[in-house]
């Protein structure tokens, strides 16, 4: 089986916007840093591309 890709980019942003909320200081206190926007747009780019796959592969 081929390594799926998409899935572990989306996986890995998941992660990243996660361990980013858990040690930012800023995001704690309710306002989305800089950081944090970036990974919440990537994660939600990834998380469409994905859902999307999966919609049509069925
Ligand atoms: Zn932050």
Same mark, same amino acid.
């Given at each position: ?20 909320? @858990? ?5 704690? @206190?309710?306002? @989305? ?10 994660? @939600? ?14």
């Amino acid at each position: 089986m081929p390594r799926d890709d998409l899935r572990e980019r989306y996986m890995a942003a998941d992660r990243a916007h996660t361990q980013h909320r @858990a040690n930012c200081t800023t995001c704690q @206190a309710g306002t @989305a840093c800089v950081i944090e926007k970036r990974l919440d747009e990537r994660l @939600a780019r990834l998380q469409n591309a994905y859902l999307n796959r999966l919609r049509k592969s069925h």
